[in-house]
């Protein structure tokens, strides 16, 4: 089922792409939680991680190698945290799944 990332990688509604390849889309997250935070968006629709098959391992794989050189394009490159919700309890509000890409404040850890 489609989804508003959806509506996004087909251009229905608008956003601040700040990479674009012909696996993913980044783009500047509506409700930023650091000064820095970018969603990478993979153009297939997999709802959650754990929906994800063997044969999109190399597609994974893309969004981490990505999001760290996203993470150099806009300077967070030395210090940034991704993060994946997968669930409505672990805070994933959009079932299409993404990488979050945070950046630009210090991060604690555990995460809440
Ligand atoms: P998650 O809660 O992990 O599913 O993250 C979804 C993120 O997507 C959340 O941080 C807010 C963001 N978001 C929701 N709708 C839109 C939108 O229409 N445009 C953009 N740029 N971000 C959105």
């Known amino acids: 089922m489609t989804t508003i990332f959806g509506k996004v990688i087909r251009r229905e509604i608008p956003a601040d792409i700040v990479y ?3 696996l993913c889309l ?7 939680q650091a000064p820095v935070h970018v969603l990478l968006i993979p153009k297939q629709e997999i709802a959650r991680l754990v929906d994800a098959k063997p044969e999109d391992q190399a597609l994974l ?8 050189k996203v993470a150099q394009q806009l300077g967070i490159g030395d210090a940034f945290r ?4 997968n669930g409505a309890e672990a805070g994933q509000s959009v079932f299409h ?3 979050h ?6 991060f604690r ?4």
């Open 20 to 22: 674009e390849d012909e």
């Open 26 to 32: 980044a783009i500047r997250d509506v409700n930023p």
């Open 61 to 68: 794989g893309h969004l981490m190698l990505t999001a760290g």
């Open 82 to 85: 991704l993060a994946i919700n």
């Open 97 to 99: 799944v993404h990488v």
């Open 101 to 106: 890409l945070l950046g630009g404040r210090p």
């Open 109 to 112: 850890w555990p995460p809440g």
